[in-house]
């Protein structure tokens, strides 16, 4: 089962949060533990906010969920506190048995400690209302008074008879737990995913800064200065002055414009030029905003536009900026953009854009440096492929499997390096029979095949595992390593169900099917057949949408009837 959804998108946890909880509950009576699934969902709802690593606890994780965040968000619906701290017991042994605990975790027996000993503690933050968070207050109050705070209108209107006061509240505590909300609660608001920072080298870098505008600039503007100028000749030229003098390599004296005689080895470093310069762009406020939008993905120019605020105008004379200083660079809309200029501009199609707005900004490699260094001496958190090269064979799969793909090849290369073969070998073959994720699995797959035959052989030993054994058949066959007629046709459908759930999940239904679709319908409602009994934990999904988005009639009734005969099979 995949454990990591760090930048993950908020349905993909949803369902595997199901999943999870399917689990514990099928766990949970075989061992004769009781179990709160709301409690459970709770924490893996924390994890996912915090950082998506649903398999990695410490004291400090369960300190922080239980001593800060349950307090805030969560509204017990019986007194027993202990019932908590119970199912939480039972949430990290379930983890254990199943072997789904990350290699960073604690080991249990201290989890186990940890947790008895704040058992007090925690009974005592839960029924301190000083503790609540907002929402939390407002359900609190208006279930004294038989509200349901899930009726907006209800709601609504008690809040409104608390304003008038008709209704009393303690409005010291209000204020108290506002002004913290307002303020910012980090230990009980969802954390910011740090983006992943693919920096390139000082030498590639100084190469890039050469060819900048401002560095060119820059100077052939010290070298019109010469000795110095009078201030009256570069009165029309503020912003090149500006930025001059925010590189150190002129001055104001005595009515002149002259050059810093300690700015002048700078002129000879490009990339310290362009460092030093880099201030007087970046201290804008909106102009460093556009840059760090772009740190997640490369945006359009009605998003910037809606992000940022203000009109389309200043947004181009923003990016003009960024791109002198060569931080980002643009390029004309294609089609896979073409919805979000639509959606953006608020307008009904494409055409109605400007054309000059109908281009796509992104991050340069002299950008990403500058917003890596931006975050570093801000105390932001960074993380560059180096640091993931100390992470688990999830995590980089995680982070880099969105990247493009010299991104993940990259990151790759650097983890492998970063252990032992045997070790790689060992993490990348336990994530591969433990994932759920198709294209999780296929990486390892690809990653074990780097350590050529033994990799090989690790691969091929997992052709008689439940999970992992058909993908790694696909990939033997894929790989010309052994003959199609070796693979059953039990095989064959639960890889394609594989196949298909991590195309729907990745690229959604109707692009996921039309390969599918092309094939002859006969061999279509062959797989619908098969699918029932290839026993793959996905294969509702898969009929589901088939069932509702498959352009065949006659294919989307057969898996209509195939889910019917799977739920009767259930039973």
Partial sequence: MRMVYTGADEEDFIDARQRLLVELDAWSQMRLRPVDPVVAGAMLDYRFERDGLLGRWTGEVLRVALLTWFPRKVVLLHPDTGAVTDTVEALLDFFEDADLFDDRSEPLPVLRTFLAGIRDEFDDAMKDPANYGLAKFWAVAMAEYGIDPLNELAAQRFVERVQRGEVRVDQELLHEIAYRHYEGDPGAEPAETAPVFVLTPDDRLAADAERTVV?????????????????????????????AKKAGVVRSYRGRLVPVKRGAPLLADPLALWHAALP?????????????????????IPMLVELLGGGSDSVLRMVRRLVDFGLVETFPATDEHHQDLVDFAGVDSVDEVPAEERQVVRLRPLGVRAMYDA??????????????????????????????????????????QAREPGRAMAELSEVARRTDDFEHRMLAFELLAEGGDAGIAAIAGMREHSAAGPAALAWLLDAGLIDASEVSGRERTYGMVDVLAAGIRSAGRRKALEEFAAQPRPAQLLFLADATICGHPRTREVLESMAVAHPDRMVSNAARKALDWLHDSDI
């Fill in 375 to 416: 975050r570093i001496f801000s105390g932001g958190e960074a993380i560059t492929l180096r640091d993931l090269a100390g992470e688990t064979a999830e995590v980089l799969f995680a982070r880099l499997a969105p990247l493009p793909s010299e991104v993940f090849d990259e990151g790759a290369r650097l983890w492998l």
């Fill in 280 to 300: 007087h762009v970046l201290e804008d406020r909106w102009t460093f905003e556009l840059a760090d939008e772009l740190v997640a993905e490369p945006a359009t």
């Fill in 215 to 243: 560095v060119r600039r820059l100077r052939r503007f010290v070298e019109w200065i010469g000795d110095g100028k009078p201030l009256g000749a570069v009165q029309d030229m503020p912003d090149l002055v500006a930025s």
